[in-house]
């Protein structure tokens, strides 16, 4: 494993640890090259709740491309939408150890202004 994925994965379990602790609702984040993937996972960890991403057919026919920042906000709106729709009100975000910039923040943004609390 590089070093880079290493710190990644380390970051990211260190946050998990935290909300985990905390037993709350949590909106964890993957992301590759082409495409951004959101999740609504209660509070055991054991149930996905909700979930978007760029490979979803309502999301796909919106953009251009998945792996840019208005594909990263489309998929925000959207699981601001259906976390609504679960009876999901506030949410711990889980970042997975991405760096809170770009992609990340425009999916963070887009899911506030859809009604979600972090």
Do not use: W
């Amino acid at each position: 494993m590089t070093d880079k994925k290493a710190s990644r994965i380390r970051r990211g379990t260190r946050t998990r640890a935290k909300i985990s602790r905390d037993r709350v609702t949590r909106m964890c984040i993957f992301r590759t090259p082409r495409h951004i993937y959101a999740q609504i996972i209660d509070s055991s960890g054991s149930r996905v709740l909700a979930s978007a991403s760029t490979v979803e057919a309502d999301v796909k026919s919106e953009i251009k491309n998945g792996g840019n920042i208005a594909a990263a906000a489309a998929v925000g709106k959207r699981i601001a939408e259906k976390a609504k729709a679960a009876g999901v009100d506030s949410v711990a975000f889980d970042r997975s150890g991405f760096r809170y910039h770009g992609r990340i923040k425009a999916l963070a943004d887009a899911a506030r202004e859809g009604g979600l609390q972090f």
